[in-house]
């Protein structure tokens, strides 16, 4: 039969335990020491490196944009704040708080015609049209950046996908799959056909009827009955260019 270990035995194997964690913790502190003093020396070096290149920063979209990965990887964000070294330095946060301006200027005005849901790229080239005459080049990156600000104002502003395309989506509107699926299919013509949508999405009369009556409701599509072959079509501003209109 085999023994049991005596209290001494307990207690010289509780004091190994103990023994085993103290060491956990040590090890695991000088990690984290050593990880902080790493973070710290990037940072500095980062601070250097916005120094040396601050103008490349503020006029070269490409440079910011590397620039951004290289704070985020480090736990910078220049933008959290219009005060502080990054701001007085880049003035980055003022730039961004300027393209928000301008973009929810864009997409109130551009609301009547699309209902408040646009193409990234439509949204940007707006954008570059309204800055024409600004010093500092735009991209698609500084607009994500400027829309992330406006949507942690809880503003209703989000970057939403609808196949291969980003759509900025300014009005709580909750579109659901179908509703998706639907602007994913209108992007070959900007517009659909419920004959179009049932064939290609393999869906019933009645639930294309009911997607594409949501879209109308929502203000995201037009109507179009003006044709000889009898087919309604359902046209969506968001997936069709709408620079024409002189926004």
Known sequence: MRR???IGGLQTA?????QYRL???NVAKLRTD???EQLATFRSQLEEFARKHKNDIR???SFRSQFHEMCAKVGVDPLASNKGF???LLGIGDFYYELGVQIVEICLATRPLNGGLIDLQELCKLLRQK???DREAVSEDDCLRAISKLKTLGSGFEVISAGKKKLVRSVPTELNKDHNEILELAQAQGYVTVDEVERRLSWTHGRAIDALDTLLEEGLAMIDDGHRDGNRRYWFPCVSSISSFGV
């Open 14 to 18: 509780a004091a190994a335990r103990d």
């Open 34 to 36: 050593l990880m902080k």
């Open 59 to 61: 006029k070269n979209p």
């Open 131 to 133: 800055r024409k005459h």
């Open 4 to 6: 049991r270990p005596g």
């Open 23 to 25: 060491l956990g913790e």
């Open 86 to 88: 990054w701001a007085e």
